[in-house]
């Protein structure tokens, strides 16, 4: 069975960093499509980063493009969402996504196959 874990979460700073991880396990991490999505209070699940399966080419929302950095690492099957520079406005669950095609369907998440727990993200003031 495919299972994602996140970690890594917690209480930071404005200005400060986190780094988020998602173990996958059910699936080998260089045949699948990664990603992060989050959810704040009262709000939709909006796309934040992905990754493609077969390649370094990666695809930010235009609200995290120069401080968050999406990775993986096929050998420990993880992927990583390195947060820098970090607002309020990031406060947010973040969720990790696999996908079987090439890339995440960010369009239609609806249609992910796979989801993690969620991780809670807090930036203060």
């Known amino acids: 069975q495919v299972q994602l874990v996140e970690s890594g979460g917690g209480l930071v700073q404005a200005g400060g960093s986190l780094r988020l991880s998602c173990a996958l396990s059910?699936?080998?991490?260089?045949?699948?499509?990664m990603g992060w999505f989050r959810q704040a209070p009262g709000k939709e699940r909006e796309f934040v980063a992905t990754i493609e399966r077969s390649a370094d080419i990666t695809y930010y929302a235009d609200s995290v493009k120069g401080r968050f950095t999406i990775s993986r690492d096929n050998a420990k099957n993880t992927v990583y969402l390195q947060m820098n520079s970090l607002k309020p406005e990031d406060t947010a669950v973040y969720y990790c996504a696999a996908d079987f095609g090439f890339r995440v369907r960010t369009s239609i998440p609806n249609q992910i196959p796979y989801w993690g727990q969620g991780t809670q993200v807090t930036v203060s003031s």
């Open positions: 059910g699936r080998t991490l260089s045949s699948t499509a």
